[in-house]
T-cell receptor, first 115, second 112 residues
Framework: DQQVKQNSPSLSVQEGRISILNCDYT??????FLWYKKYPAEGPTFLIS?????DKNEDGRFTVFLNKSAKHLSLHIVPSQPGDSAVYFC??????????????FGQGTILTVHP | DGGITQSPKYLFRKEGQNVTLSCEQN?????MYWYRQDPGQGLRLIYY???????QKGDIAEGYSVSREKKESFPLTVTSAQKNPTAFYLC???????????FGEGSRLTVL
């Protein structure tokens, strides 16, 4: 039973255009959402996060949108650059009241940005 | 420099052998995690520990064991009972009051 799904295994985008990566989750208790970027044979690096009290968070070229009613999360990269080519994972967690619980990851989406 | 160090980066093992992967962090983080990455399956949680001398099973703990004797260290043993051990293993840590996980560079285990 997958609690977090990234339904697109891959995405190909032209340099300078927008990349939109999507993520769906099933449990409405999740209240903190993160995106990680991963290059081959390396550990993931944190990109951007959003808590459930917000519906948008921006950091430079990266914006995360949260639609709680649809249980849907998306990452927008504008403009896309060839160096953005990597695997992107969304991750979700909930706050128990005293600490954050474990992080659950989606399957990942391979983004390729063509020059 | 603060960070998470995993070793070895590459490891080969014969079937039937146990192997231990090292994870050390100097970030003073309370919680540490082990994930496994397989193609098309994302990152799956093996074990995690939120405090020294305590740890919990994740989603795929069978065939693995861990210990947390020191705050800085969280080694993972892949035992011969793990049916499909060839994978990329990732260690991570964080403080319990924040959501963001910091990852090591990973260890690739290949069983011959």
């Amino acid at each position: 039973d997958q609690q977090v799904k990234q339904n697109s295994p891959s995405l190909s985008v032209q340099e300078g255009r927008i990349s939109i990566l999507n993520c769906d989750y099933t449990n409405s208790m999740f209240d903190y959402f993160l995106w990680y970027k991963k290059y081959p044979a390396e550990g993931p690096t944190f990109l951007i996060s959003i808590s459930s009290i917000k519906d948008k968070n921006e950091d430079g070229r990266f914006t995360v949108f949260l639609n709680k009613s649809a249980k849907h999360l998306s990452l927008h990269i504008v403009p896309s650059q060839p160096g953005d080519s990597a695997v992107y994972f969304c991750a979700v967690m909930y706050f128990s009241g005293t600490s954050y619980g474990k992080l659950t990851f989606g399957q990942g989406t391979i983004l390729t940005v063509h020059p | 420099d603060g960070g998470i160090t995993q070793s070895p980066k590459y490891l080969f093992r014969k079937e039937g052998q146990n192997v231990t992967l090292s994870c050390e962090q100097n970030l003073n983080h309370d919680a540490m995690y082990w994930y496994r990455q397989d193609p098309g399956q994302g990152l799956r949680l093996i074990y995690y520990s939120q405090i020294v001398n305590d740890f919990q099973k994740g989603d795929i703990a069978e065939g693995y064991s861990v210990s947390r004797e020191k705050k800085e260290s969280f080694p993972l043993t892949v035992t011969s009972a793990q049916k499909n051990p060839t994978a990329f293993y990732l260690c991570a840590s964080r403080t319990v009051n924040t959501g963001e996980l910091f990852f090591g560079e990973g260890s690739r285990l290949t069983v011959l």
